[in-house]
């Protein structure tokens, strides 16, 4: 089953600073991921995708098939980059998403 | 992009009684739609995995006899909160996945329903 793991359930950093949300997968096959973003009361939408390698609101995320993982980094947080974020590959296994890491950029 | 609504955006029943939520793609046909359960400040919880035109896929310790599901469209599946309890008031999100499995899709997620039950 396709599962990725994000082992930060809270991240603190202060704005200006930057930040790395951590995601790691494990399974087989080409993997193909995404993060997804919830603000506060909006609903979850697409961040950004593995396979497109853009970049949005300055968030990149790049696939390290050697360390298996997809972390989502920013090099200047800011404070409207407070949210909850999740990892999720692109087909439902066992666990769609990852458990999601709440991001707080503090002035 | 691809929008999902969700119906009610906010229900309050009495302990006992059965509530449904409807969930509908409006510009996309969606052969998977997923419902999972929000609580506060908690990461989604993935409760099933509704196909059209079969039955839904269950995750491990949710009961399918209170938790009914059906997905009798490509544009419209439902969730029935039966004989509800308190313990089940909750945040209910559907996503919606258009057809197709390459290139991967991404989710479009409704805006919740927010259930409580007295």
């Known amino acids: 089953a396709q599962r990725v793991t994000q082992p930060e359930k809270l991240l603190s950093v202060f704005k200006g600073a930057p930040v790395e949300l951590k995601c790691n997968y494990s399974?087989?096959?080409?993997?193909?991921l995404f993060w997804y973003v919830q603000y506060s009361r909006q609903r979850l939408q697409l961040l950004l995708r593995?396979?497109s390698r853009e970049s949005i609101k300055g968030f990149t995320a790049d696939l390290n098939k050697g360390e298996t993982s997809f972390h989502l980094k920013k090099p200047f947080a800011q404070e409207e980059d407070s949210a909850m974020y999740y990892c999720a590959p692109p087909n439902a296994g066992k666990s769609t998403f990852g458990d999601g890491t709440t991001l707080t950029v503090k002035p | 992009g691809a929008v999902v609504s969700q119906h009610p955006s906010w229900v309050i029943c009495k302990s006992g009684t059965s509530v449904k939520i409807e969930c509908r793609s409006l510009d996309f046909q969606a052969t998977t739609m997923f419902w999972y359960r929000q609580f506060p400040k908690q990461s989604l919880m993935l409760m099933a995995t509704?196909?059209?035109?079969?039955?839904?896929?269950?995750e491990q310790g949710v009961e399918k006899d209170k938790f009914l599901i059906n997905h009798a469209s490509l544009t419209l599946s439902t969730l029935t909160v039966t004989s509800a309890h308190p313990e089940d008031s909750s945040f209910y999100i559907c996503?919606?996945?258009?057809?197709?499995?390459?290139?991967?899709?991404?989710?479009?997620f409704g805006p919740g329903t927010r259930l409580t039950v007295l």
């Open positions: 509704s196909n059209e035109g079969s039955k839904a896929t269950y």
């Open positions: 996503s919606a996945r258009d057809w197709g499995d390459y290139p991967p899709n991404e989710q479009f």
């Open positions: 399974y087989s096959g080409s993997p193909e």
């Open positions: 593995h396979i």
